[in-house]
């Protein structure tokens, strides 16, 4: 009798297997940007590219081959343009299959409530849950860029405005995963689906030894 893994099965294992490693790709991504840091608050667009630059130098060294893209551009049934995925994280070399990355600027003036709804939530979490950056894709993350301002503040506001954007009320602390101790879990309705998403906070306000 053939007891290998069902091909449904693999393919969850092998899709789990990257989203993993896409996600120890940013933050050690972010550890070599932090080395080389030149000057602050930059535009988002700037510090996007300059962690996408650097995911894909690093990006062997984690077993990842396939593409890693900036604003790729997503359509409906149409073919009507539908937004841009700030870092889209392929899963195949047909480029089918991705992981969306939405990447969200804060500064001092912005660790407030109503910027987490209308910023953080309205602009970028409900692109997932629309459907706009994932189709049918079922797992997704967001990259906070702290730019200025007190980041226990921000890790704090973060985790007592969340909840109340999840289809579960609930947020996990998933950094003990991880090297890093800012990564956090939420779950979100989709439809008559739900998708996880990754939240995973950076602090450029700090400097590490080279």
Not at 22 to 40: F, G, H, M, P
Request: proline letters at 3%; hydrophobic letters at 35%.
């Amino acid at each position: 009798m053939n007891k290998s893994m069902p091909v449904s099965s693999w393919k969850r294992a092998f899709k789990q297997g990257f989203e993993r490693k896409y996600i120890e790709l940013v933050i050690y991504s972010y550890q070599k940007v932090l080395q080389k840091l030149a000057y602050r608050k930059p535009w988002e667009n700037t510090r996007r590219n300059m962690l996408l630059e650097q995911m894909r130098k690093n990006k062997i060294h984690f077993g990842i081959t396939f593409n890693i893209a900036s604003e790729a551009g997503v359509y409906d049934e149409n073919y009507k343009d539908t937004g841009r995925i700030d870092i889209c994280c392929y899963l195949s070399p047909f480029e089918e299959q991705y992981i969306a990355f939405e990447c969200k600027r804060f500064l001092k003036k912005n660790i407030i409530p109503s910027y987490i709804r209308d910023e953080y939530y309205g602009e970028g979490i409900r692109r997932f849950e629309s459907n706009t950056y994932t189709g049918s894709a079922s797992f997704g993350g967001m990259i906070v860029f702290l730019e200025e301002g007190d980041f226990p503040k921000l890790q704090k506001t973060l985790l007592q405005e969340l909840p109340q954007y999840t289809f579960n009320n609930n947020i996990d602390d998933i950094s003990m995963d991880y090297n890093h101790k800012y990564v956090f879990q939420t779950t979100h309705g989709k439809g008559r689906e739900c998708i996880t998403l990754i939240h995973i906070l950076l602090d450029f306000m700090r400097t590490v030894s080279t």
